[in-house]
DNA sequence: GTGAAAGCGCTAACAT
DNA sequence: ATGTTAGCGCTTTCAC
């Protein structure tokens, strides 16, 4: 079996307390008798125990990541500034993905509830779906940050919330396409909800009648396919262009879906149209170093990640239970890096 | 405080082992008394507390997935299908990345020695830098899996092992490009430490001497840029081309860094010959969709992770501890979508 | 079918 | 400086 302290307890004729002082190096103990246990530790292999560790001392120091998908440049970027945030502070992160399943999403944030992690930063598929594990989270006390959901009235002051502004987001993009004279727009939409896509749907087109002029735009409901996000992009460029012949601009949601998308027109050898502007809703190396030059909009994920690790920092190291935060970060439109060059 | 099964057992005026019973559903307890644990579990909002569980059972049905990145679609891959056959034996999965960080690779390492997983699946960087603590798990009985890494003598029989047939991959490969009148390879390296790198490019020379008749073959040493492993492809293209201007094919180590070098061809607007071919030695959805055709080798991710967890599982359920084991997959030449149209 | 009790490995307050 | 002790939450064997 394992070697526990017991075991070096014994080795060494000391007690565990003893023991644990000198693994831990703390509190009083003389030098030649953390050596000695050091030492036998060493020889008998001990291994810490986590388990133990954590249910004496009540918490884990490890933070769990809820995304969709990894291998997603956007979701892999804000990793990157999440676990340095958390890593100036002593956690550790744990990452786990769903891949978009349902199940898999719900089983996930049901573990979250069994305090194996400190907190949790979630990237949910909808509150529809979630809700109400959520809402449970939220009620035993754990430290939930939800990563850009639309916020829905039913579960309001029941997370704390990091996102874009997404309503600014779209209304300096659209100013900008306005200013550059594109008149036929399409924007791809993702339908999980038939009432929540209605709702996004009708809430874009507000904010597009505002600051787009006489200009048209058009939504494409997107067939995901689950077995690679590129795949999602590839079917639907073409369908969006015969749909909508005289489209000047296509906005992606991110840049995978963009991705697909231009690898159809390749694969199937279509021309794309030299006054086709295609614009991506955030900004990974997929876009920055396209071949096809791509207007993207930056959300800002280092902000996302550091606020999102704030915030459940702060309730693991507050007494009260604090009510829901907020945290809503601007976005920069980014030029594309060159120009467009395909003849 | 949070509630456990002892508050519950208060409650229902019955004792742990019966609200044990009945949260687990198991052993012998009658149905009206479940339904009443239950409902107090429900009421009370009962947590199970991992760490006791943990404790007391001696496993964590966790596996934790080690990768130097996450973005990469390779990776994503690899996760994609041993995720799969983990969930298929109940197994949650946990993946933890050290960005290439040589601290943070040994410390998760470090992790993994504390049960709080049963099983790791992990791509080391080097066991130069990691191959004592991959000793001390297979000492204490850890079942690790690691992807990839050639053997060194060191440390064989110390761990379990699964990998492509990088040699025969190579061959195959090598005897393509001859086959099609190829005659200036360059392959891109990363130099870890002078003595791995030289023994490998040795060992890749004497393939290709074999193989690829009167061919050359160049090795070029990227400098590795930890902030995007696009940018490590970036700055490699031009300088190779500088280098060796009449090259005629490249091969890279995997898409992203292959990516990053067609980016840095667009980007300073330099056209890429059309008798250049590119090979990129893993085959992801970056490959498959590039602008430019490329030939690539696929590494059969999908066993990897499949054979990869059946290792570990094999371990967690063994009485005694097996010998090392091994598995090594075929690759197979992936030949591109669409040909050479980039005028 | 249910309860009593031991113990998984560890830490920390308290006693010496 | 070191030892004693209690207990974190849970499961499981063994009585009854």
Sequence with gaps: MAVTILDIAKETGRTCSTVSRALNNCGRISDKV??????AAER??????SAGVALQKGRTNTIAVLLPELGNPFYADLLHYFKRACAAQGYDVAVYDYEY??????????????GFCDGVFAAVSSL???GDLIKRLWKAHVPVTILGTSQQSDFLQCYDYVSVDHCNALAKLFSYLSEHGKRHAVKTEICITKDISEYVKDKIMGIFKETAGQATLNFYDLKPDNSSPVLTGISAFQKIMKLYPE??????RNGMELYG??????ERDIRIPDDLMFICCDNTWLNQYSSIPILAIDQHTEELAKNGFEMIYRRI???????????????????PKFSNNNK
Excluded: C
């Design 261 to 266: 998308m231009l690898a159809s027109s390749r």
């Design 247 to 252: 489209t000047d601009v296509i906005i992606a």
């Design 101 to 114: 399943s349902r199940e898999l999403e719900r089983h996930l944030l049901q573990k979250m509830y069994t």
């Design 317 to 335: 190291n507050s007494e009260k239970w604090l009510p829901a935060d907020r945290f809503i970060a601007e976005t920069t439109t980014v030029l």
């Design 44 to 49: 008998l292999g001990y291994r810490p125990n």
């Design 128 to 130: 529809e779906y979630t």
């Design 34 to 39: 953390r050596e000695e246990i050091l030492e």
